[in-house]
Structures are given as structure tokens and as C-alpha cells.
């Protein structure tokens, strides 16, 4: 009886958990003179609530949607439904053609670094030594260092640290040009810097959960905020913390923009009142015990070492060297250059539940989703295209699995043919495709970040979920499996897999197509 209702608490747990991410609140109108609409980065989520509360006791409604400063662009410029925005770093708001920002302010800073295990720290002889970029990429090439950190693609930070990188290792130029991108040994030492790349998370949030819910990883690429909240968890957990490096030729750092959005709308007032709040010295200090520097350039003697902690190797009173972002043209061509030829090659399954509950509108969206992933001109215009050094697996399955189908991130209009062929029919069985994903995985070898990518509509009735945990817990090296939620399927089944492997799950049931897309940032 005792174990019947641990099961159902936590199934409501998950349940909860698994609606809370996915509601989001609703918007006003954007002629709504009362509100106040934000467009944030999820790094500011931390202070978020008291942002809001403050606005009230000004009058000020304060309403805010959250997106990563790729997205943010993109949406300030298609939308242009905003106020303010608070991105992470400043460099993309020059990215901006069409939307009108103003007035734009530094809140905090913070530095873009990895974070090792101390025990791992020492034994490459990292601790309370000077290190350069080059050390971490000799560490790296020589296989004596892997880590995880965020998509290089779709997120600010992941993409902030492959620019650090990439502009350290090009020598620290005072303008970075196309033509060095073009330079053999400087692909050559990225290409070699990103094959230690273990796990690719499409969040900070979730980078910080796989972190610190496994034991697997020796390193990660995070914000120092987000790396003192890891040393905080794994802290509470009686885990190894970590320790922060920072190169002496220069370190990635973000400087919280808050900025005005114009729209002819007349809130500057409004905006004025809240960026004062967030630049008083009361923020500030709150700021701070978020593991958020409050000083602008040189460095702080003062700084709360009961945050920024010497035994994590942070030191606030040596002057960080801040490493210079390319111009717009070529941080466009950097990214290129990343998914072509740097990014550590992908092995995904696929999943896809072909069962007879697809029959109609359920096939249809699930074949416009896989052609849109697949297809690389379609796929490419959210920087969510395959490379040709990829390899992709597609497991159509019921009631039990049907013919595996494989190919090349550069050859996929075969796959697309077949996907579009089959047709729905009988049960559903997503352990058995899960465990044969697994199987098929890994025979690619270690070269490869690898993925599972099931997706389904409804209750597995056939198969057994202790199938997939035996197997799993017998493998030497663990692989991930997301999730896409879609029309009736089981949140606690698909959940259970996320969990047993580390992973999460993704709400389809909107726009399957958009859900593929945020899975797809996760490998």
C-alpha cells in the first residue's frame, strides 16, 4: 500500500512540475496603458518576482515572457510587442535592424567561464595557477577533459563561450575578420576544443539539473552566477563542488542589458522607474548574493566572499580581461562556420509513433514536423539543421518496432520519403523503440553526442518500462531521452523515461513542430 501511494505522489509531483513549465501567463494587449510587457532572458528569472512586485507598489502592471537573446531578437523584430527587454548580453542588441531600443543599461556583469571538479581542477594543475584558453583546449584535445554546457545555437551562453573561445584562440585581434575563420589550425583547435562536448542542454536551468542530478559529468561551461548556484546544490548534496576557471587572455561576460523598446507607446516613464530600482544600491546588493558582480570593470575587494567563494576558485580582486565579439557579419558567419564544421557530430533516434490513434490529424503534424527537421534549407532558418557529419536514425513503431531507417545529416530526402510512406496502425510500444534507439546508438561509437527523440500520442500498452531501466542502467554510457508530449500520451510514462535518463519532456500537443524545435537544441 505505502509503495502504491509513493507511485502516486510522485506522479502528481511530476504532473505539477511538468504544468508549471508549460503554462504560460497571458499577455495584455499591447495597447494597454496600464501594463508594462518585458521580453527576458530566463538568467533574470532570479529577480524577476521582485521586479514585478516593485512595479506594483509604483502602479506599474509589470507583465513578462521569457526567451534566450537569439530568440529575443528574432521576436523583437517580428513582433515588436514589448516595452523593455533584459537580455544577457549587450552584443545582440546590435544585431537589431528594425526595432527602435534605447536607453539601454548595464545591470550586473557576469563572466562566461567552466566550472571543473576540484579533484579534476588539481589533477590538470588548474588550481590557483594562471591558465590560458589554450591550456583548457590542450586539456580538452588531449582527452583528459570533457564537459557539458548549452547550445551553441540557441542560447546566449553557449554561444557567448564559443565567441570567447573562438576569439581567443584566433590570437585576440582587435576586429575579428571573415578571413580568419578560414584559418586551418584555428578550426582545427575549435574542432578539437568542441569534441569534449559530452551533453548539450537547450536551458541553463536544465544544464544546472543534469549537473547536479548526476555524478557522470566532470565540467561545465555556465555564467559564474549559475555555476555558484551548482556549488550551492552539490554543497547541500555533499557532492565534489566546483572549481572556476579564468583565463588570463580573457573571459566571455555578459552585462544584463535593460533597455528600452519604442514603440511610439510613451512608457519611458515607466521604464525609467523600473531600471532605477534595478541599478539602486538595495538591488544591487541583492544582485549580488546571486552570484551577480555589481562592479563595472576593475575589480572588488569587498565582494561577499560568502558568495563569490575563494574555495570555488573566484578571486574579485584580479581584473578580468573581457574578450571582444565580432561585428554582426561575422558572429552570422561564426555560427555558420560552427554547424557546418566545429560542432561535435550528433547521433539522434528517432522515435515516432506510428500506432493507429495517428490516423488523421496526429500523422499529418507529425510528418510536417519530421520534413521540417530534416529538411536542411527549412531546418536551417532556425540554425536547427544537421550536419553532413551526423548520423540519424528514424524508429517508426506500434505494437512493436518496424524497419529502422538510417542516414547522414546531409542526406536526409530518403528518410523523408519513408517517413511520409508509412501509414498508423495497432498499439503502442515506446519501450521497445526506446531500447532498440539505445542499441542502435551505440554502435556509432564515442565520436558522437547521442539522443533519443520519442515521440507519442497516447499510453503505452504494450511493453514493459523495466525493459528500458535494465537496459539502461547496464550501459556504459548514458544516453538521453526527450520526450514530445502529444495528443493523450502519458505525462508520468514519458516522465519516468526522462527521469531514469536525465532528461525532460516537451509539451507537442500546441505545435508539435515548435516542440521539435526546442528538442532539437538539446543535442
Known amino acids: 500500500m505505502k509503495k502504491k501511494i509513493i507511485v502516486i505522489v510522485v506522479a502528481l509531483l511530476f504532473v505539477f512540475s511538468f504544468v508549471k513549465d508549460f503554462v504560460k501567463e497571458q499577455l495584455p494587449s499591447i495597447n494597454d496603458k496600464k501594463s508594462f510587457r518585458i521580453l527576458a532572458n530566463p538568467d533574470n528569472k532570479d529577480f524577476m518576482e521582485e521586479l514585478v512586485k516593485y512595479g506594483k507598489s509604483e502602479h506599474i502592471n509589470v507583465y513578462v ?19 523593455a527587454v533584459w537580455m544577457s548580453n549587450s552584443v545582440w542588441l546590435y544585431m537589431l535592424n528594425n526595432a527602435r531600443v534605447s536607453n539601454s543599461k548595464s545591470i550586473s556583469i557576469n563572466p562566461v567561464v567552466m566550472g571543473i571538479k576540484k579533484s579534476k581542477a588539481s589533477e590538470l594543475r588548474f588550481v590557483d595557477n594562471e591558465i590560458k584558453n589554450k591550456d583548457i583546449l590542450n586539456a580538452v584535445s588531449s582527452g583528459k577533459l570533457k564537459y557539458v554546457m548549452t547550445s551553441v545555437t540557441k542560447t546566449n551562453t553557449g554561444l557567448t563561450a564559443y565567441l570567447g573561445f573562438l576569439n581567443s584562440l584566433a590570437g585576440s585581434p582587435e576586429i575579428l575578420t571573415s578571413d580568419m575563420l578560414n584559418d586551418k589550425d584555428l578550426v582545427t583547435n575549435l574542432k578539437s576544443l568542441f569534441s569534449g562536448v559530452e551533453r548539450v542542454s537547450g536551458s541553463t536551468s536544465f544544464l544546472e539539473d543534469m549537473f547536479v542530478n548526476s555524478n557522470d559529468y566532470e565540467a561545465v561551461i555556465a555564467t559564474e552566477s549559475s555555476l555558484i548556484n551548482i556549488n550551492k546544490q552539490l ?26 523598446v519604442d514603440r511610439g507607446q510613451e512608457k519611458l516613464e515607466k521604464f525609467n522607474t523600473l531600471q532605477s530600482y534595478l541599478l539602486s544600491l538595495s538591488t544591487q546588493k541583492e544582485l549580488e548574493k546571486l552570484g551577480k558582480r555589481t562592479w563595472y570593470g576593475g575589480t572588488n575587494s569587498n565582494a561577499d566572499k560568502s558568495v563569490f567563494k575563494t574555495s570555488y576558485g573566484i578571486d574579485t580582486t584580479k581584473y578580468l580581461m573581457p574578450l571582444k565579439y565580432p561585428s554582426k557579419k561575422v558572429m552570422n558567419e561564426a555560427i555558420a562556420l560552427y554547424i557546418a564544421e566545429l560542432r561535435k557530430p550528433a547521433a539522434v533516434a528517432f522515435c515516432l509513433d506510428y500506432s493507429g490513434s495517428m490516423y488523421g490529424r496526429g500523422e499529418r503534424e507529425l ?39 538510417s542516414g547522414s545529416g546531409d542526406n536526409t530526402k530518403k528518410l523523408i520519403e519513408r517517413i511520409n510512406e508509412a501509414d498508423p496502425s495497432g498499439g503502442t510500444n515506446i519501450y521497445g523503440c526506446t531500447v532498440e534507439a539505445f542499441k542502435q546508438l551505440e554502435k ?19 511493453g514493459k518500462f523495466d525493459d528500458v531501466t535494465n537496459y539502461y542502467l547496464n550501459m556504459t554510457e548514458k544516453i538521453p531521452v526527450y520526450s514530445i508530449m502529444f495528443g493523450d500520451s502519458s505525462e508520468y510514462e514519458l516522465g519516468n523515461l526522462a527521469n531514469l ?23
Open 65 to 83: 515572457e521569457y526567451a534566450d537573446d537569439l530568440e529575443a531578437v528574432d521576436m523583437l523584430e517580428e513582433e515588436n510587442n514589448y516595452d
Open 235 to 260: 554543497e547541500n548534496s555533499n557532492k565534489e563542488t566546483l572549481y572556476l576557471l579564468y583565463p588570463s587572455d580573457g573571459v566571455a561576460i555578459n552585462d544584463s542589458p535593460f533597455a528600452y
Open 444 to 462: 556509432t561509437g564515442k565520436d558522437y553526442t547521442k539522443t533519443v527523440i520519442l515521440m507519442s500520442d497516447g499510453y503505452s500498452n504494450t
Open 367 to 405: 510528418k510536417s514536423a519530421m520534413e521540417f527537421i530534416l529538411d536542411a534549407d527549412k531546418a536551417s532558418e532556425e540554425r536547427l539543421q544537421f550536419s553532413k557529419y551526423d548520423k540519424i536514425f528514424v524508429i517508426p513503431f506500434d505494437s512493436d518496432n518496424r524497419t529502422v531507417l
Open 501 to 523: 535518463t536525465n532528461a525532460k519532456v516537451f509539451d507537442g500537443r500546441t505545435s508539435l513542430i515548435r516542440a521539435f524545435k526546442e528538442v532539437r537544441s538539446y543535442n
